[in-house]
């Protein structure tokens, strides 16, 4: 999340933008988190050590209402590291950088993706880390990347479908954190993952090498 960027910043941002969430941007990932509009997680769906799609790798671009937006993807080592620019109108940059590692649970690529942030529920004490999963969904030089449900996953969570402990004000103040398992969590993904994601109607394109 940019440094640039209030804690008002950001919820104005969010307030705009949680209507249109099916065309949310990479750089809003942080953002969200913080407002509850997706859960967060206490454990990735697993440790670092899957092979990373080469398709996912590269430039890719996206056209947003306050100005076109850019992600470049890499690897180092285990580690996928995302790296996107939004320039607005004015020609303003917003710069994030978010680090996380693939799983691949019942044919199907998840990107579990690292968020550390002030917690709003003790200001004064160390900074928080928690987890987003994020659904992959690669189609040649068209890539999506979904954002699972928060309402869905709370209520799971409340029929007792997914073992985890429901926390309504969030690890961060707001939202839904999962403490379920990494294994618990992936038998829940390959029953119910199509249903738990918000799918984006306008997917990132690649850009073409130089």
């Keep these: 999340m940019s440094k640039s960027m209030s804690t008002s910043g950001i919820a104005r941002e969010i307030k705009r933008t949680t209507a249109r969430l099916t065309t949310l ?16 997680h206490e454990h990735p769906l697993s440790e670092p050590g899957a092979s990373v799609d080469p398709g996912l790798l590269g430039a890719w671009s996206w056209q947003e209402r306050e100005g076109p937006c850019y992600a470049h993807i890499g690897v180092d080592g285990e580690t996928v590291r995302i790296v996107t620019v939004k320039l607005d109108k004015r020609g303003r940059q917003e710069v994030t950088v978010v680090e996380g590692h693939p799983t ?81 969590m992936r ?21 073409p090498a130089p």
């Design 104 to 184: 691949e649970v019942a044919g199907t690529t998840y990107l579990n993706l690292r968020m550390t942030y002030q917690s709003k529920v003790d200001a004064d004490g160390p900074p928080v880390s928690s987890w987003l999963i994020v659904r992959v969904r690669l189609d040649g030089d068209a890539l999506s990347l979904d954002f699972l449900k928060d309402k869905l996953v709370t209520a799971a969570i409340e029929r007792g479908e997914l073992e985890s402990e429901l926390q309504p004000s969030g690890k961060l103040g707001v939202g839904t954190h999962v403490t379920a398992s990494p294994e618990a």
């Design 187 to 207: 038998a829940f993904l390959a029953e119910h993952g199509d249903e738990l994601f918000y799918m984006r109607p306008d997917p990132l394109r690649r850009l």
């Design 25 to 40: 941007s990479l750089t809003l990932i942080a953002a969200v988190a913080l407002t509850g509009c997706i859960p967060t």
